[in-house]
């Protein structure tokens, strides 16, 4: 049976809650549903599942690249051009730290921002299910179920206090 | 609003939070005849500054640095003053101060001018001397002094490229992120090019728990990169460009106060333009005095600390006495651009001193942007002193620097590629403003979250919420 999805639309944000709480009583995996919000509300204000990410992956190993880089274009050049400059050994430590502080800071850039395209799952081709009052300081509870839960979901988030209900045309 | 003894009672607004997006969806949208006035007037400045660019190359073309001092002192204010915008709402949000949501967008629209600024370096990076000298002469070096010691692969040029490049990216990719749910509320409300634009840049965002989480995540760490990025650039762009081509000038602390001035004009743009937007256009009940007070106290530490490194390099400088130290002074302080300098003090730390230091001036929304539109004079100045002065020092080959130059004045193309420079600066931030909400929309909605003002005992006080 195919996955549908059902948009709960809050006004109090207390009721969002409550309905988050409803749904984890019902059984329904905390993975099936979400809270959509115009703002970051405080992590776990909803009482909802801890999310984990590796964003933070992503820049390090950017960063561990471009140092690598750095290190081994710097060393490299010095030593197929041996040039002594004011009595300085030819591997020298600041000239290469200028370059290895740039190359660093270039590849992790461009993995952070590898990361947060691919973590916040961005872009979507599709919008999916959404209502514009989001916009207005409406809470969404998007869920989604099997077909044969639909009412089942229905019932608990009208119960919760939601102010409208949006299914999938 | 807040009313109480001790503040007025625009000292913190607190907007509708239903009406936020419809409000500042709907003025981004629209394009008032100031607004339109502005677009033309900086428009027309653009296109002389590019009158101004193709006089100057053909006259001069690229050979010689020479020429294209002033060139080089727009790009820098330009550059200076744009590039640490962002800066402002990176390091506040990472400070988490609640006063900053207002100035947030304001101070993240500079990213546009990445772009900009990369057009503009290129034809600094072509006239730039190589480092190694190609005639060495009688006391002449073989390879000039500058950061990158013996020059490894591709220095200074590529590496310096590359650095105004990656500011670029950096910054556009913060605007990005942080305008994202923004671009994806002002969809829905959107029509033509603007709704194709939010669509392809939102890519259909919805606030879910986890999309709020990468977001904030990945500000904070574009945010820090940032930093680290700008002050590296900063570096080798005030050195390369400054400090090098003085022969023989070696200086700590002059990158410092490169810096410094940066921090100090940029937050004095965001004040001038948030005054604008509060008296002007429309944002009373978005701005309030809070953001003016707060960032005040900053914009007058960064005076103070401007005076204070001006005075570590000069009298340095003058203690040391050598002939070299006595021929930078007499050249960039007090002898050929002695009176740019008087003006560069005035104006950067005078005058934002004299009107910082009274606390109900603080309190004003004018106040501090008299003081920001005096740092931003100032480091015009500061620019047109050092950059002028760099790139018509002489010989950059020579072992130091033997004689005072004279000073360089402007000539037509001079005056037409600075104020063009300038004035196309300004509108591409004009035009961004009009495509992207200067009010942060989830920022704004955040904060009345957190905030609230609320009774103890007998006055009204701001009541703030630390969730973390």
């Known amino acids: 049976m195919a996955v549908r999805p059902i948009l709960g639309l809050f006004e109090d944000a207390n009721y969002a809650a409550e309905a988050g709480d409803a749904l984890k009583e019902a059984n329904i995996p905390e993975e ?15 009482g909802e599942r801890e999310e984990r990410h590796r964003l933070y992956v992503f820049p390090l190993v950017g960063a561990l690249i ?14 197929a051009y041996p040039m002594v400059q004011g009595g300085k050994p030819i591997m020298s430590l600041p000239p290469m730290a200028v370059v290895t502080y740039e190359s660093t800071m270039l590849t992790a850039i461009v993995f952070t921002i590898i990361g947060i395209v691919f973590e916040s799952r961005l872009p979507k081709t599709k919008q999916g299910l959404y209502d514009t009052r989001i916009t207005e300081g409406y809470i969404g509870v998007l869920v989604n179920v099997e077909e044969d839960e639909l009412q089942r979901v229905y019932n608990i988030l009208t119960q919760a206090g939601a102010v409208d209900i949006v299914r999938d045309q | ?22 409000f500042v969806t709907r003025k981004t949208f629209t394009r008032p005849g100031p607004v339109t006035l502005a677009m033309a007037l900086t428009g027309v400045l653009l ?8 006089m100057k190359a053909a006259q001069h073309g690229f050979d010689d640095h020479t020429p294209w001092g002033y060139y080089a002192a727009m790009f820098s204010f330009v550059f200076m003053v744009t590039s640490t915008g962002p800066l402002a709402a990176a390091a506040f949000r990472i400070t988490k101060s609640h006063w900053r949501r207002p100035l947030s967008r304001v101070s993240e629209i500079f990213g546009i001018l990445g772009i900009f600024n990369i057009l503009l370096f290129i034809p600094l990076a072509i006239v730039l001397p190589t480092l190694n000298n190609p005639d060495v002469g009688h006391h002449e070096l073989a390879l000039r002094r500058s950061i990158w010691f013996e020059g490894p692969i591709g220095s200074p040029l590529w590496w310096d490229l590359f650095g105004v490049i990656f500011v670029g990216i950096n910054a556009l990719a913060l605007l990005w992120l942080s305008a994202v749910p923004d671009m994806a509320e002002a969809y829905e409300k959107a029509t033509g090019f603007r709704r194709s634009l939010y669509g392809m840049l939102a890519g259909f965002w919805k606030g879910t728990k986890r999309q709020w989480l990468i977001h904030k995540a990945g500000m904070a760490l574009l945010g820090a990169w940032y930093f680290m990025l700008l002050i590296f650039v900063h570096f080798i762009i005030s050195s390369d460009y400054g400090q090098s081509m ?10 410092v106060v490169y810096s410094l001035s940066g921090f100090q004009s940029a937050l004095g743009l965001i004040l001038i333009i948030m005054f604008i937007l509060r008296r002007f256009g429309g944002y009373q009940e978005y701005i309030g005095i809070s953001p003016f007070w707060s960032a005040s106290k900053l914009l007058l530490a960064f005076s103070l600390l401007w005076c204070y490194h001006m005075f570590s390099f000069g009298i340095t400088y003058w203690y040391g006495r050598t002939e070299l130290e006595q021929n930078v002074l007499k050249y960039l302080l007090f002898g050929s651009y002695g009176g740019v300098f008087a003006g560069n003090f005035f104006f950067s730390f005078v005058m934002p001193f004299l009107v910082l230091l009274w606390n109900p001036v603080r309190k004003s929304d004018w106040g501090p942007a008299l003081a920001g539109a005096s740092a931003l004079i100032g480091a015009f100045l500061f620019n047109i002193r050092i950059f002028v002065g760099s790139f018509n020092a002489g010989n950059v080959y020579g072992e130091f620097i033997t004689e005072v130059p004279p000073p360089v004045y402007p000539g ?11 004035g196309g600066a300004a509108f591409i931030y004009l035009l961004a403003t009009r495509i992207i909400p200067i009010i942060s929309l989830w920022e704004i909605k955040e904060g009345l979250l957190y905030q609230k003002v609320d009774t103890f005992i007998r006055g009204r006080y701001l009541v703030l919420a630390k969730p973390e």
């Open chain 2, 1 to 22: 609003m807040a009313e109480s003894a001790h503040h007025s009672s625009d000292m913190w607004v607190f907007p509708r939070s239903a009406e936020v997006t419809e």
């Open chain 2, 246 to 255: 003085i022969p023989g000038w070696k200086d700590a602390i002059f990158p």
């Open chain 1, 66 to 79: 471009g140092l690598t880089i750095g290190i081994l274009m710097t060393s490299m050049t010095q030593m």
């Open chain 1, 32 to 46: 099936d549903y979400d809270f959509l919000t115009d703002a970051p509300y405080p992590e776990g204000a909803f």
């Open chain 2, 47 to 54: 296109v002389l500054g590019i009158i101004g660019f193709v």
């Open chain 2, 412 to 422: 037509l193309s001079d005056i037409l590629i600075v104020i063009g420079g300038i």
